[in-house]
């Protein structure tokens, strides 16, 4: 069983208002990501971490960032959020050396704004 | 082109029947996965293939690598079967990144 955990579900803010969407996990992943995924389109990641003290830019352009001062805890933050920010948030971690391992995802995050 | 197809996008069943949802990918691969979510729902993962033919319960997924084709099967279908089923793959070199088919919506009528 997976152990992985998203907070908030559902968000729903204005315009102009910062968010963190929290993402943790407790099985010691050392890799976690986070996707981006529009109503029936394909999930795309948008930032990847290996470790404590590494995060990257992933293959879609996102206006916001994340940090990963502990193993468990990779929270996404929008400085400003836009109505295009609109749209389910997926975190997701892994062990493992190798690519042969499978991702385990956290149940994601709806975000809304007006 | 998306470098991960599946077909078909949509499918609608009647309970017992056998479904197959086929994914063909065009770069090299160090595994496939099949996923599954349902409405509103998070992900789960159903397989990890790298070769061959896994099966659990009633799901059978095989993947032939020299054709780069995937095919989930779903034996005596259910209701509770209705979900999207997504095919990702590893790229060889991408660094544990996944890249996702637009997946296929599953629907099992009673």
């Known amino acids: 069983e997976a152990d992985i955990y998203q907070t908030p579900r559902y968000l729903v803010i204005g315009t102009g208002k910062k968010i963190t969407l929290e993402c943790s996990q407790t099985m010691g992943h050392d890799k976690m990501y986070w996707y981006q995924q529009d109503p029936g389109m394909e999930l795309h990641l948008i930032h990847y971490s290996y470790g404590v003290n590494s995060t990257e830019k992933g293959d879609l352009s996102s206006e916001s960032t994340v940090s990963r001062i502990r193993t468990e805890h990779f929270p996404l933050t929008l400085e400003s959020a836009r109505p295009s920010h609109t749209s389910q948030y997926l975190c997701?971690?892994?062990?493992?050396?190798?690519?042969?391992?499978?991702?385990?995802f956290g149940p994601g995050t709806r975000l809304t704004v007006t | 082109k998306n470098e991960v197809e599946q077909s078909p996008q949509n499918l609608t069943a009647q309970e017992g029947e056998f479904i197959t949802i086929n994914c063909s990918y065009s770069?090299?691969?160090?595994?496939l996965h099949w996923l599954q979510q349902h409405p509103g729902g998070g992900i789960v993962s159903l397989f990890m293939l790298s070769s061959g033919k896994k099966k659990h319960g009633r799901l059978i997924a095989t993947i032939n690598i020299q054709e780069k084709h995937s095919s989930l099967h779903i034996t005596a279908s259910h209701p509770r079967d209705s979900a999207v089923y997504i095919c990702a793959v590893t790229i060889r070199g991408s660094n544990y990144k996944l890249t996702f088919g637009k997946g296929t919506l599953l629907t099992v009528n009673p």
């Open positions: 997701a971690s892994r062990s493992g050396v190798g690519d042969t391992y499978e991702q385990y």
């Open positions: 770069v090299g691969i160090s595994a």
